[in-house]
């Protein structure tokens, strides 16, 4: 029996999950498909799920990882720690009620490609996170592992650790050696030429620039770090290994 798969979020243009998963499913010759639900709100997602009896598994993109929240029946430890959900399992009882599940591989798949360049789980560096949303929170959760200090960044909101844009100085930028972008500025197709707004000419070759947007693979934030040397980090691994991840526990899931 064909196993059914999908993404919700808003806009989808930029994914690239369902190409993924559909050429994994080839593959390995398992009978399943992943598709796109562009839905307009969270308010749809009991709607999707009822015209989609088929559907065993979601992931969650923006703006719904932490919208999605109030519609899940039970979030796992991890995600429960971060306030934001990107995988989602799908359970029926012999009625039809669902049981919806919610976890979270972004803090995973942002740990692994991150310790992939650090090279340490202890290090004297300090990060800047561009964003509040649900990324942001699984890119905190991580950097408060691994003992990593940072700052947040947001349009308005100022806090003990968040500042907004404006205050960004360049000492900032020479205080912050690990500047994280988890905004969808320089996504495609309708951020693709925007970056968020920072005195880039502070940036050395000792900064590190890490985006978490994947299409497309070399955003104009990266491109400001390449222009001055820095070590970037696109967010294609990040991207595959919690694809990875979340196919691990709906593979789970059906045992």
């Known amino acids: 029996m064909t196993k059914y798969y999908g993404l919700i979020g808003k806009p989808l243009d930029h994914s690239q999950s369902a190409s993924h998963f559909n050429n994994k499913f080839k593959n390995m010759g398992i009978d399943a498909i992943y598709s796109l639900y562009p839905i307009e709100n969270i308010e749809k997602l009991p709607e999707l799920i009822e015209e989609n009896p088929q559907l065993i598994g979601l992931n969650v993109t923006i703006p719904y990882k932490q919208q999605v929240w109030h519609y899940l029946n039970e979030v796992d430890f991890v995600a429960n720690m ?7 399992t799908i359970k029926r009882d012999a009625h039809g009620k669902t049981y919806l599940k919610g976890y979270n591989t972004d803090a995973l798949g942002f740990e692994q490609s991150l310790k992939e ?20 929170k699984a890119v905190k959760y991580v950097l408060r ?3 990593i200090p940072y700052l947040s960044v947001d349009r308005y909101r100022i806090k003990s650790d968040q500042i907004t844009y404006n205050y960004v100085t360049p000492y900032t930028i020479e205080e ?6 988890t905004t969808p500025l320089g996504m495609y197709p309708l951020w693709v030429d925007q970056a968020p707004l920072l005195p880039y000419e502070c ?24 222009n001055h040397g820095s070590t970037i980090i696109t967010g294609k691994k990040m991207f595959l290994y919690q694809a990875e991840n979340a196919w691990k526990i709906w593979q789970k899931h059906q045992t």
């Open 145 to 147: 592992r691994l003992g």
């Open 203 to 226: 940036l050395t070759p000792d900064h590190i620039l890490y985006d978490l947007v994947y299409n497309p693979e070399i955003t104009t934030f990266l491109q400001h770090g390449i």
């Open 176 to 181: 912050c050696k690990l500047i994280i972008n």
């Open 117 to 136: 360049v650090l090279k340490c789980t202890k290090c004297s560096i300090k990060a800047l996170v561009l964003g509040t949303g649900g990324s942001a």
């Open 82 to 88: 971060i306030g934001a959900v990107n995988t989602i």
